[in-house]
């Protein structure tokens, strides 16, 4: 993103786990958590807004072996969170590029699109299920058990960030 002259400086906020977090811990927020403490503030402030344990990162870009390899996880680890740009497969629709860019696999909707409600039971996101499939196509014997779950923010949230000029289409979680 390039920042002009003209534009309003964000303060950066960093949040970090804790070295005191006792064993056993474990980075359990709710769906509601996910889209309006975190995707909605990355969004508000995409440049100054990080989480030590939620880096951005192209998520289409390796395998998701590859990818937890990467960025630090631990084998043992069975949840990690990224902030990522979706692309679109043609550049008029609005269909997501799920090919993996190192040829490895794609991923494939398992789940259809299922709102994300706040405590007033307005929609404030959506969330989508996707399995990773080795090879060009989906085929039965190349589905793995590699499991993602895809966070997007609603429209109306969008707006509240006072980001209306990007597609919540554009960062998902």
């Known amino acids: ?39 909605k503030k990355k969004i508000e402030n995409p440049v100054g807004f990080h989480v030590e344990f939620m880096p951005d990162a192209i998520i289409y870009d390796c ?18 969170y990224f902030f990522s740009l ?10 997501a590029n799920r090919v993996v860019k190192d040829g490895s696999g ?3 909707k398992s789940v259809s699109k299922k709102p994300v409600k706040g405590v007033d ?3 404030i ?9 080795t090879g060009q196509k989906k085929s039965k014997d190349g589905k793995t058990n590699w499991l993602m779950r895809e966070f997007e923010i609603s429209d109306e949230q969008q707006e509240e960030a006072g980001c209306s000029g990007m597609n919540p289409y554009d960062l998902v979680l």
Do not use: C
């Not at 979706?86 to 269909?95: L, M, P, Q, S």
């Open 121 to 123: 039971g307005r929609v």
């Open 63 to 80: 395998h998701p072996e590859h990818l937890l390899y990467t960025y630090g996880f631990t084998q043992g680890n069975k949840d990690a």
């Open 1 to 39: 993103m390039a920042i002009s002259s003209n534009s309003i400086m964000q303060e950066t906020v960093v949040i970090r786990r804790p070295d005191s977090v006792p064993p056993g811990f474990l980075f359990k927020p709710s769906d509601e958590d996910l889209v309006l403490q975190y995707l």
């Open 125 to 133: 996101g959506h969330k989508s299920g996707l399995v990773f499939f």
């Open 86 to 95: 979706r692309e679109k497969k043609f550049g008029h629709g609005d269909r």
């Open 106 to 108: 794609l991923w494939n």
